[in-house]
């Protein structure tokens, strides 16, 4: 989306921001002076209800939780707890986003969206952004895996990554404008959940239930009795 707004409007004609709160910007019912990209994986209860009742364009990336966690352990070496706390979070604010947006565009990870050119027509169109064939080739070619992992490396490199994007007891290096972690790309695995203890791959199956079975599980699913 960034790229896309930079340009159509050039690098001053778009705002973007890492926060939960969509009225830090703009007021409810008003309309941001230039376009206003806010990435959240927790967004605040007045965004959700925004994002249900005003005309706000929200492009949703889905991945099985239970995967989320497992890679925020072997990504960033989070405990299961804080892994799955963060997660579950994140699944219940971006849920409800999902079931009463009004205007929505979502994406599967597991569907290998990101490594896709038509995903970057795609979101131009969602966003109403009108540019040439070349430059959604061009964004795509900058955006697949492989890609990212070169531009990573020259970012750690080039003495780009700040500290401390994660928490104070687990710091991360990341990048201030993408929010691109120096860890950010693994092995793109599905299912990686399966290699955690029975235990927590319980736990996890009954915390995200309705999540499952509503995105990612066969319809006849059946609910787990193991509490």
């Given at each position: 989306m960034r790229e896309l707004l930079s340009h159509a409007y050039g690098e001053d004609g778009f705002k973007s921001d890492y926060r939960n709160e969509l009225d830090h910007h703009v007021g409810i019912g008003d309309r941001p002076k230039v376009p206003l990209v806010l990435k959240t994986h927790h967004p605040d209860n007045m965004t959700q209800v925004r994002i249900a009742h005003e005309d706000i364009p929200a492009i949703i990336t889905l991945r099985d939780p239970r995967d989320c966690v497992a890679s925020l352990m072997q990504r960033f070496d989070l405990p299961f707890n804080e892994a799955f706390a963060y997660v579950l979070r994140s699944v219940r604010r971006v849920q409800a986003c999902l079931v009463h947006g009004r205007r929505t565009l979502v994406f599967r990870y597991e569907e290998d969206f990101h490594n896709k050119l038509d995903s970057v027509a795609r979101v131009a169109d969602f966003?109403?952004?009108?540019?040439?064939?070349?430059?959604?080739?061009?964004?795509?070619?900058?955006?697949?895996?492989?890609?990212?992992?070169?531009?990573?490396a020259e970012?750690?490199?080039?003495?780009?990554?700040?500290v401390n994007a994660g928490t104070d007891a687990k710091p991360n290096?990341?990048?201030?404008?993408?929010h691109w972690h120096k860890t950010h790309i693994g092995d793109g695995a599905v299912g990686k959940y399966k290699t955690l203890p029975d235990r927590a791959r319980s736990l996890m199956d009954n915390a995200f239930w309705s999540f499952l079975a509503a995105y990612y599980l066969p319809q006849d699913a059946v609910m787990p009795l193991d509490a």
């Open positions: 966003i109403g952004v009108s540019v040439p064939d070349a430059v959604l080739r061009a964004i795509h070619e900058g955006l697949l895996t492989q890609t990212v992992k070169r531009t990573l970012m750690e490199n080039s003495g780009r990554f700040a290096l990341y990048d201030p404008v993408t």
